[in-house]
């Protein structure tokens, strides 16, 4: 098994608009794209990785993303992708988990398949509003 693993500072990003993906110029995405551009530079070889799943540990911030179509993990892949480290595959498991108490959050991409006895997920506990203006017009709404 081969593994990427990124450590960056919280938030995560999220897309600008509900509509479109993320880029290296969403909000948040900065340190996210330096990561990533960093990974591709010290080997060339060896991007874009290839996987067949992701392992976020989220910090403090896990942006609440479903009531506007998509799910927090969607925006680190739409990112590390635009910065050419990550193949964007069709489709990929996940597990998500949350430590309230970091600054930062752990963002693993791994190359085989999904193992009932290899992960544990662990429910996110703490969400947080994604601000009005980045929810979509139609969206403006609070959510609840």
């Known amino acids: 098994m081969r593994t990427l693993t990124f450590v960056v ?22 340190p996210l794209t330096r990561a990533g ?19 976020v540990r989220y910090g403090r911030t ?3 993303v479903d009531p506007i179509g998509y799910q927090p993990d969607h925006s680190i892949l739409e990112v590390l992708a635009a910065a050419g480290a990550v193949w964007d595959p069709d489709s990929y498991w996940s597990y998500d988990s949350q430590d309230r108490d970091a600054d930062y959050y752990i963002v693993t991409f791994v190359s085989e398949a999904a193992s009932r006895d ?11 509003e994604v601000p009005a203006e980045f929810r979509g017009q139609w969206l403006n709404a609070p959510l609840r």
């Open 9 to 30: 500072p919280d938030p995560p990003p999220f897309r600008e608009h509900p509509g479109r993906g993320a880029g290296i110029e969403s909000p948040h995405a900065t």
């Open 37 to 55: 551009r960093a990974a591709v530079a010290a080997n060339p070889d060896a991007f874009p990785f290839q996987f067949e799943g992701v392992i």
């Open 62 to 64: 896990v942006w609440n």
């Open 118 to 128: 290899r992960f544990v997920p662990s429910p996110i506990t703490s969400w947080t």
